[in-house]
């Protein structure tokens, strides 16, 4: 994909891949920001191991898009001095796994700069993450690492599943004063949906022109999307999953149960209200995530919704996760992975007694 493909100026629609949103993304807050930077393990010359970053060098120079030696804590620990300079590195970690020799970076200096220094010093740094499975990789190449950054206070984790939201939410990501861990799900790069770009930088203009503060901005994008409504179940999910908690609430639908599917689209902030609004809706709620379930994100989610929506439950809060092993061999990760017959499953198992009534104001 070549750059000068991204940055049309059309307002026709066309087949974008998730990977051209994002490189669009890039691109054009590039363009409006010169302080804007972007570095990594081969991000520069060759594009990126998921071509992301294609063009950016060409087009804004070395200077601009570079690459690093491949020495992750070092990666981020240039993007903090970067930050404290007055730049607004975004910054490719490649893959999930090989992000982890700089968590000491991330946890202990970028989540906690803004709080030692009283407000005074923010780090606006975007940490792009490849994630998740579905790609048959090998083990370091496809952990689902959002639980460790999720639980890091001072960070903000953001993983859009859609195409527009990929454009929309990285270009947010990167005018935040905040840190962002930004997680790309891999297994979307190569999906298309018929947008206009030209479109999508108007609609993102004039989101973030209704704001006021920087931080404001923040929490107003953090807010989930109902991907589809329904009346029975609420599949609560976010990231890679969300495709197949779509096809899931499809296939449950010629069984007859309708299911809506809730997209978190931020982990961090986390939009309760949406949440809480489709459960207490449903009466019953299965959360659907890639990571292993022990101690991670689900089991976060499982609990809120059992403490807020308690009284509008039918049935226990189930979770489809990851099993609690190293990610497995590429041959064995459809087994490893959420899929629509555990999904079903998992439906099948919420306590479906017609006898129960559920009412606004709880089950009876």
């Known amino acids: 994909m070549s750059t000068a493909t991204t940055t049309t100026k059309s307002t026709k629609q066309s087949a974008v891949t998730f990977a051209a949103a994002l490189n669009a993304a890039l691109a054009d ?50 993007a903090v001095g970067m930050a404290l300079g007055g730049a607004r590195p975004v910054i490719e970690m490649q893959f999930d796994a090989f992000a982890y020799p700089a968590f000491e970076q991330i946890a202990s200096h970028i989540a906690k700069m803004r709080n030692r220094t009283k407000g005074r010093a923010p780090l606006p740094i975007t940490i792009r993450i490849p994630y998740g499975g579905g790609i048959g990789g090998v083990e370091h190449h496809c952990d689902s690492s959002e639980s460790y950054y999720a639980h890091t206070p001072g960070l903000k984790v953001y ?50 022109a209704k704001v006021e503060s920087a931080r404001d901005q923040g929490e107003a994008w953090a807010r989930a999307s109902v991907a589809r409504t329904g009346d ?29 599917v809730v997209d978190l689209r931020t982990i961090n902030p986390l939009d309760e209200d949406t949440l809480a609004a489709s459960v207490e809706k449903t009466g019953r709620a299965v959360v659907v995530a890639e990571p292993q379930g022990f101690a991670s994100v689900a089991s976060e989610l499982v609990a809120r919704i059992q403490q807020r929506c308690f009284h ?13 092993i190293p990610y497995p061999a ?28 559920r009412t606004p104001e709880g089950v009876r």
């Open 232 to 260: 029975d179940v609420t599949l609560v999910t976010y990231g890679p999953s969300v495709v197949t908690c779509l096809a899931a609430a499809e296939a449950a639908a010629q069984e007859g149960r309708s299911v809506e």
């Open 29 to 78: 807050e590039m363009a409006d920001n010169d302080m804007v930077v972007v570095f990594g393990e081969d991000v520069g010359t060759l594009g990126g191991v998921f071509r992301i970053t294609e063009g950016l060098t060409q087009q804004f120079g070395e200077s601009r898009c570079f690459d690093t030696p491949l020495a992750e804590s070092g990666i981020a620990g240039t």
């Open 330 to 357: 590429p041959m064995l990760e459809k087994y490893h992975l959420p899929n629509v017959d555990r999904i079903l499953d998992a439906i099948d198992d919420l306590q479906w007694d017609e006898t129960a009534l």
């Open 159 to 208: 993983t859009p599943a859609t195409v527009s939201d990929a454009y929309l939410m990285l270009r947010a990501a990167i005018r935040l004063d905040d840190p962002v861990v930004f997680m790309e799900p891999k297994k979307l790069y190569w999906t298309k949906s018929e947008v206009s770009l030209e479109e999508l930088r108007a609609e993102f203009e004039a989101r973030w």
């Open 312 to 324: 509008s439950l039918a049935a226990p809060v189930l979770r489809v996760t990851g099993f609690d």
